[in-house]
């Protein structure tokens, strides 16, 4: 359902006005110019055109993980001592720790539109702020898997807005997952924020509704490269980290398999921090509606990424971000062993299947009171399948409007 059918299913149906939803600028790919004739990468297809089924074949994976890694000792430590630190807080309620994450994600929301900004002016500051900010999602993450259940927003007044802040969370969960080390996963978190800085010079191709050209998808491409050449013009940028900064950057839309852009790079000449939050920004752009196409369930978009590995994206990252996530992301829509309808709030770490949902609907279809229930506590309750906005329709139109609304965040 596109959003201004939504905006009338709503009118006639219940809650709060929702905003009118922007344009999404589209990272195209093309070649370098003297090279073949732009092809869009996979999950840029996907982007640009309503989502098709999955390919059904199971692909080996071509290559290991190859995410930032500890050494061999180093990591059972490192593997160890994550366990510790991301154990889930004892005993706190869903809702005290969705409000913490709130707070959290508004700051998020607020950071990426001031960097977006800023990255216009002739010079900046927001290194050390950002570094402060990603030092603090990532304490918030540790304790608080709610933040990743706020990754499901969208912000419709501002789409960069929207997707750089989860974006950032994202590959921050991913990061951490990693076993990265402080300084490692700040400069995660800043080029991250940086990503798509270079969208905001193309905001009247991003900005348009339908289909791009050829032509205009080759020039969409020039984002990565005015990316990484901002960062010059932040100031407070680390002089020891700038050069990766830049290569981190511009290499974000570069593919394991060589179909990315600008270089055409191949899986090792991609720097891992680059792979990470390319799949990241995959990940989001996938499961995000669009003015011009509907979003595909987090639970497809996962999929989809799962079964690229070894082709677009390098099996490493693919993993941290099965991991951050689960099965199951938030925002997806499930039926319960117990007949129930039901949305994932947010993953329970370690367990790939078993995430704290809200029940929506009784077995008979009528609604439910939306009570919560964390399925690592109901071993007997499982989740049977996943399904569509569409099959929600089916079964209450009513809560599935309700549901589509509440993808859009409000500022309050
Ligand atoms: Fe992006």
């Given amino acids: 359902m596109r959003f201004s059918e939504l905006k009338k299913l709503k009118e006639t149906s219940a809650p709060p006005p929702a905003r009118k939803s922007p344009p999404e600028p589209v990272p195209f790919p093309a070649p370098p110019a003297e090279q073949k004739p732009p092809e869009p990468l996979r999950e840029e297809r996907a982007e640009a055109r309503k989502p098709e089924p999955a390919p059904p074949e199971i692909r080996p994976a071509k290559a290991p993980p190859a995410p930032p890694q500890a050494a061999p000792r180093e990591q059972s430590r490192a593997s160890e001592r994550r366990a510790q630190e991301r154990k889930a807080p004892a005993g706190k309620p869903y809702r005290e720790l969705e409000t913490e994450a709130r707070e959290i994600y508004a700051r998020l929301l607020r950071h990426s539109a001031q960097y977006l900004k800023a990255s216009e002016e002739p010079y900046t500051e927001k290194y050390e702020t950002t570094l402060a900010l990603a030092s603090a999602t990532a304490a918030s993450l540790k304790e608080n898997p709610a933040l990743l259940g706020l990754t499901a927003y969208s912000t419709a007044d501002d789409y960069l807005r929207g997707h750089t802040a989860n974006t950032f969370a994202l590959v921050l969960a991913m990061g951490l997952e990693a076993g990265l080390e402080r300084q490692e996963l700040g400069l995660l978190g800043f080029c991250a924020m940086a990503h798509d800085a270079g969208m905001t010079g193309f905001s009247s191709l991003y900005n348009t509704p339908g289909r791009l050209g050829d032509s205009e998808m080759a020039e969409m491409t020039l984002h990565a490269e005015a990316g990484a050449a901002k960062l010059d013009r932040v100031l407070d940028l680390d002089y020891k980290v700038k050069d990766r900064a830049r290569r981190v950057v511009l290499q974000v839309h570069e593919r394991d398999d060589g179909s990315g852009y600008p270089d055409r790079l191949s899986s090792e000449e991609i720097d891992p921090l680059a792979q990470m939050i390319g799949i990241a920004d995959a990940y989001e752009a996938m499961s995000h509606p669009r003015p011009w196409r509907d979003e595909m369930p987090p639970h497809e978009a996962v999929k989809e990424l799962i079964e690229k590995e070894g082709r677009g994206f390098n099996s490493g990252p693919v993993k941290l971000l099965l991991a951050s996530l689960s099965m199951f ?84």
């Fill in 329 to 412: 992301p938030p925002g997806s829509l499930v039926v319960l062993s117990t007949g129930e309808t039901a949305r994932v709030l947010m993953p329970n770490r370690g367990l790939l299947t078993r995430p704290v949902v809200e029940i929506l609907l009784h077995p008979d279809h009528s609604p439910a009171e939306g009570r919560l229930t964390d399925l690592k506590e109901h071993p007997l309750v499982s989740v049977e399948r996943a399904i569509t906005p569409a099959e929600l329709r089916e079964r209450n139109q009513k809560c599935a409007a309700r549901m589509e609304l509440a993808r859009w965040w409000t500022d309050w």
